[in-house]
Nanobody, 122 residues
Framework: QLQASGGGLVQAGDALRLSCAASGRTFSISVMAWFRQAPGKEREFVSG????????DYADSVKDRFTISRGNAKNTIYLQVNSLKPEDTAVYYC?????????????????WGRGTQVTVSS
């Protein structure tokens, strides 16, 4: 089970820190990732991290503003989102997969959390 939190309503230029905690069969997780889905758009990859912390990947649209990290508890990841733009408005989902490498395709992830809403006003 994945639980995402930390979203909210912010203004352009603000920052947020999203969190995702996995519970249950966490021993089978190799990669955790963030996706987002804006209204009327397809779900898109934002960032992913191997639970070893060795492998990290970002979407080109966010790599200069977002930072993914792993918590001290291996089953927790964070996404620091800075310099938010209105186009970052979306529901942000946490997902996990049981093997490497980090996949940018939603179909590559078996487990999903419910998502946390991020709304950026201009």
């Amino acid at each position: 089970q994945l639980q995402a939190s930390g979203g909210g309503l912010v203004q352009a230029g603000d920052a947020l820190r999203l969190s995702c905690a996995a519970s249950g069969r966490t021993f089978s997780i190799s990669v955790m990732a963030w996706f987002r889905q804006a209204p009327g758009k397809e779900r898109e990859f934002v960032s992913g991290i191997s639970l070893s912390g060795i492998s990290i990947d970002y979407a080109d649209s966010v790599k200069d503003r977002f930072t993914i990290s792993r918590g001290n508890a291996k089953n927790t990841i964070y996404l620091q989102v800075n310099s938010l733009k209105p186009e970052d408005t979306a529901v942000y989902y946490c997902a996990s997969r049981s093997r490497l490498p980090i996949s940018k395709a939603p179909v590559g992830y078996a487990y999903w959390g419910r998502g946390t809403q991020v709304t950026v006003s201009s």
